[in-house]
């Protein structure tokens, strides 16, 4: 199934993620596999939002977070709870935002052009599933709109999926 993904005009970032939410939901509807909306998800994000380096998820397994579906330059493959920005929003869960990876205590550096970041944990009831991760060049390009425009994403994407 081919859909169209149009570019989003909006004057505010609330416009922004309610247009972006639909066409979230228009790109996956029907499909209800677990990668193959990761890998949709991870391409609408690089696709719409601006000043983005790197975009994607990565899932729970054991211990550690590992390497999913994403867009972007070769990433860190495996990431231990708690370490860097993924494992510490995993921990919490809860969405951190990194305004300045560099200010960041034990930030992983898997691209050196990455300035900031956010990270939205993916949690299904009491099930910890992975987190979404994005990174910018930009400092500071990440604020409590992004947050929730982003963890409204990922309750889309859950909901839409069969979670293996």
């Not at 996956?28 to 193959?36: I, K, V, Y």
């Not at 205590?105 to 009491?126: K, N, Q, T, W, Y």
């Not at 709109?145 to 990922?154: M, Q, T």
Request: net charge neutral; proline share 5%.
């Amino acid at each position: 199934m081919s859909h169209l993904v149009a570019a989003i005009s909006a004057d505010t970032k609330p416009q922004f993620y309610a247009a972006f939410h639909r066409q979230l939901e228009a790109v996956l509807q029907g499909e209800r596999d677990w990668t193959a909306n990761l890998a949709q998800a991870s391409a609408l994000l690089m696709q719409l939002l601006p000043d983005l380096n790197w975009a994607g998820f990565y899932l729970l397994k054991g211990e550690e977070l590992v390497l999913g579906p994403f867009q972007g330059k070769v990433a860190c493959v495996r990431i231990g709870l708690g370490r860097g920005v993924c494992g510490t929003a995993a921990v919490r869960r809860a969405t951190v935002v990194v305004p300045d990876v560099h200010a960041f205590p034990g930030h992983i550096a898997c691209d050196s052009a990455s300035r900031s970041e956010i990270v939205v944990p993916l949690v299904r009831g009491e099930r910890l599933l992975g987190v979404l991760d994005l990174d910018s060049p930009r400092k500071n390009r990440f604020d409590d709109h992004d947050a929730r425009g982003l963890e409204k994403a990922a309750s889309i994407i859950l909901a839409g999926s069969e979670i293996p």
